[in-house]
């Protein structure tokens, strides 16, 4: 993978995690309601999900693969969740998604 596209590749997975925690944050109230979890968990994990997006854009030095990693294991914790309850792979989706592109964006700052 070229320096250009990993970049590319962490950069979209990191907006899309500040996207889905700031500006549909109503959706991740209602999945969460929906999916019976406390409101602190999800108070944490928004924040979690948050710094390590963060770090993903690179604002430290070498901390790309911490936050890569970050978001792989809630993206893995997520699809648990999604098998847990039965839901449709189509709302699957994008934790595979987020997830396979956290864990590609991991391997290349590890390798």
């Known amino acids: ?64 693969a911490i936050g890569a990693g970050i978001i792989a294991a809630f993206m893995a914790a997520a699809l648990v969740t999604h098998l847990k309850i039965k839901n449709p792979l189509v709302k699957m989706m994008p934790s595979i998604g987020l997830g396979a592109g956290a864990l590609v964006v991991l391997w290349y700052h590890l390798g």
């Open 1 to 64: 993978m070229t320096p250009t596209a990993a970049a590319l590749l962490q950069t979209f997975v990191a907006m899309s995690v500040i996207y889905v925690w700031v500006v549909r944050y109503p959706a991740v109230l209602a999945d969460f309601t929906a999916f019976g979890l406390p409101d602190w968990l999800r108070d944490l994990v928004g924040a979690a999900k948050l710094s390590a997006a963060v770090l993903l854009l690179g604002v430290g030095d070498n901390l790309e």
